[in-house]
């Protein structure tokens, strides 16, 4: 739950969620075909097995990115990446930081 939420006593429910060890080529098929419905203005669904949710993803969106370490400051520890793309349900504009993300 983003601090955000937390901080302003919004409950999350969680509506999908799977995590799985996959290559990182399999990773970059699943961000590509993300990628490409966001670009074509397409619903994204996601399924695995019968459990399956489709969004409909609006023009303006806020997207979040943060990368965290997670592990004792003396030892090695696991490393993520987080990609986050969040937007009002009632179909209003995100709000967003400022700034632009570069990513090389």
């Known amino acids: 739950m983003s601090a955000e939420r937390l901080l302003s006593g919004m409950p999350e429910e969680v509506l999908f969620e799977t995590e799985s ?50 592990g004792p400051v003396d030892g090695p520890g696991e490393l993520s990446l987080e990609l986050e793309l969040e937007w009002p349900e009632d179909g209003g504009e995100g709000a967003g930081s400022g700034g632009t993300l570069e990513i090389e």
């Open 21 to 70: 060890t996959e290559s990182r080529a399999d990773v970059a098929a699943y961000l590509r075909a993300v990628a490409d419905a966001l670009d074509g203005g397409e619903p994204v669904t996601l399924r695995v097995g019968d459990r399956s949710t489709t969004l409909d993803v609006p023009e303006r969106v806020t997207f979040e990115v943060k990368t965290e370490r997670e």
